[in-house]
């Protein structure tokens, strides 16, 4: 992806409904809507939530992956301070896994636009 930070909506279904895999469609669509429900969680928690609602667990690559290729935001614990952690938080991107949400006909929850303020 280089330096792209969104994806035109027709990139962004043909990766979602052509390139990935039926595996890959599984595991991040269903990512894409625990977070359209959530609407931010760490990683631990996304781990929980998936095996509670599908009886199996998501691979952390295609959590990395939707990340990768823009369907999600990945937040890390306060990135470039004393106290940064290795923890990371996840929501949907906008203009990304949105658009497949939305595409799908799925109600959904995202953050507020200025909510790092608050």
């Not at 792209?4 to 962004?12: A, E, G, K, N, S």
């Not at 923890?87 to 929850?109: A, M, P, R, T, V």
Request: hydrophobic share 40%; with cysteine.
């Amino acid at each position: 992806m280089g330096g792209l930070r969104t994806m035109p909506r027709f990139d962004l279904d043909t990766t979602f409904l052509e390139i990935y895999t039926q595996e890959e469609k599984k595991q991040i669509g269903r990512l894409l809507r625990i977070l359209g429900d959530f609407m931010l969680l760490e990683t631990s928690m996304i781990y929980k939530v998936y095996e509670k609602r599908h009886g199996e667990k998501i691979q952390l690559k295609m959590i990395k992956k939707a990340a990768r290729d823009l369907l999600i935001t990945e937040f890390k614990y306060n990135l470039g301070f004393d106290d940064e952690k290795p923890l990371f938080f996840y929501c949907l991107k906008k203009n990304g896994g949105d658009h497949i949400l939305q595409s799908g006909e799925y109600e959904f929850q995202m953050l507020p636009y200025f909510w790092t303020i608050f």
